[in-house]
Antibody
């Protein structure tokens, strides 16, 4: 079964750090662009970052540039999001999502989503 | 405020047809980037409904259809059913390979 399972969420104080993980199974992880998408409570979806199959290209939404880092370990079939200097507005459910097409030169639709992990930034 | 604009809400009676619009600009949809649509039921992760403007993934009923023209796209749902009540999001890209989501549309089945 194709599956993505996020972990690492929790309560953190403003200015703190957190590292999210996403474990992939059931498909050739190294063939796909991967993304992080977040959803603040009661709000819409917001794309956070994406990473190419080999990690050579990474893109971020402006609001997290310089604070968040996306990475992947294809040997471990895992995606990561290192979040530093966290702010209250980063509070959200964070989803990892797989790109629709394998071996694509640019990202496209998101066809597989994890169940999400909640990140709460509060003192 | 989202770069892609969707109506906050739409509604329709069972069996009716509803459409949800997604308006972008020459920097995203109008630049040729495909539009994709997602359905999010309460408390669940989003589900891909339409990819590449008008294609349905396996398992998505043909009651759902998508189209794109110029700087806009639309999702149409025919034969509305109670189970279609959900939030719907459009998604595209810009030239920096940053993904863009619409603000979402809440569909109410009357």
């Amino acid at each position: 079964e194709v599956q993505l399972v996020e972990s690492g969420g929790g309560l953190v104080q403003p200015g703190g750090s957190l590292r999210l993980s996403c474990a992939a199974s059931g498909f050739t992880f190294s063939s796909y662009w991967m993304s992080w998408v977040r959803q603040a409570p009661g709000k819409g979806l917001e794309w956070v970052a994406n990473i190419k199959q080999d990690g050579s290209e990474k893109y971020y939404v402006d609001s997290v540039k310089g604070r968040f880092t996306i990475s992947r370990d294809n040997a471990k079939n895992s995606l990561y999001l290192q979040m530093n200097s966290l702010r209250a507005e980063d509070t959200a459910v964070y989803y990892c999502a797989r790109d629709f097409w394998a071996v694509s030169t640019r990202p496209d639709a998101f066809d597989i989503w994890g169940q999400g992990t909640m990140v709460t930034v509060s003192s | 405020q989202s770069v892609l604009t969707q109506p906050p809400s739409v509604s329709g009676a069972p069996g009716q047809r509803v459409t949800i619009s997604c308006t972008g600009s020459s920097s995203n949809i109008g630049a040729g980037y495909d539009v994709h649509w997602y359905q999010q039921l309460p408390g669940t992760a989003p589900k891909l409904l339409i990819y590449g403007n008008s294609n349905r993934p396996s398992g998505v009923p043909d009651r759902f259809s998508g189209s794109k023209s110029g700087t806009s796209a639309s999702l149409a749902i025919t034969g509305l059913q109670a189970e279609d009540e959900a939030d719907y999001y459009c998604q595209s890209y810009d030239s920096s390979l940053s993904a863009l989501f619409g603000g979402g549309t809440k569909l109410t089945v009357l």
